[in-house]
């Protein structure tokens, strides 16, 4: 089945800085790569996603690249506010979807 | 839509009683997740659906568990009989898969399961 690695597994940035992380994912059927950011006591919310005939993707200050070839994507935040602050997951779906760790993202005012 | 309906949103239960997980997808959303959340072991797939019938329940622990979907609008996650490993917060997500083509899931706000 699918396997997902996500790093880092926390990620402190001052407000204003990029954050970046990665993830890697074992099943090249995988066609599907969302991204979602969890903030505490509530269920994963998606912020941005990825198909596999896509390299890049923006969405204001939020970017997803997609290398197939070595089954690597990372998810990019630009000019991070503290409102970033929270858990983000990847995750990589053909017909099920697993999630990778998770990356607590902390911007410091 | 109202998105995701999860219910209970707590539940606080003893050793050795059974406990039912309740979730309710997206209307015309044809596949169904169920998740399991702990500082440990991160998001784990326990079950999924599409179309009502179970595809993959691999993830799920033991047979203590056990999921079903009797219609497009209702999935259950029961335990029996739970222990206090039990413990964590139980995800149900849903989403549209049309042919190759996949859509994003959509999660409710979870059950926070506390066996003591």
């Known amino acids: 089945g699918e396997n997902v690695e996500q790093h880092p597994s926390t990620l402190s940035v001052q407000e204003g800085d990029s954050a970046v992380i990665k993830c890697t994912y074992s099943d090249s059927a995988s066609n599907y790569f969302p991204w979602y950011k969890q903030e505490l006591g509530k269920g994963p919310q998606l912020i941005i996603d990825?198909?596999?005939?896509?390299g890049e993707k923006k969405d204001q200050r939020i970017a997803v690249t997609l290398n197939k070839t070595a089954k690597h994507f990372s998810l990019h935040i630009t000019e991070t506010q503290p409102e970033d602050s929270a858990v983000y997951f990847c995750a990589a779906k053909n017909n099920d979807m697993r999630f990778g760790a998770g990356t607590r993202l902390t911007v410091k005012p | 839509d109202a998105g995701v309906i999860q219910s209970p949103r707590h539940e606080v239960t003893e050793m050795g009683q059974e406990v039912t997980l309740r979730c309710k997808p997206i209307s015309g959303h044809n596949s169904l997740f169920w998740y399991r959340q702990t500082m440990m072991r991160g998001l784990e797939l326990l079950i999924y659906f599409n179309n009502n019938v179970p595809i993959d329940d691999s993830g799920m622990p033991e047979d203590r568990f056990s999921a079903k979907m009797p219609n497009a609008s209702f999935s259950t996650l029961k335990i029996q009989p739970s222990e206090p490993r039990d413990s964590a917060v139980y995800f149900c997500?849903?989403?549209?898969?049309?042919?190759?083509?996949?859509?994003?899931?959509?999660f409710g706000q979870g059950t926070r399961l506390t066996v003591v």
């Open positions: 997500a849903s989403s549209l898969v049309a042919g190759a083509s996949n859509t994003e899931a959509f």
């Open positions: 990825i198909r596999s005939n896509v």
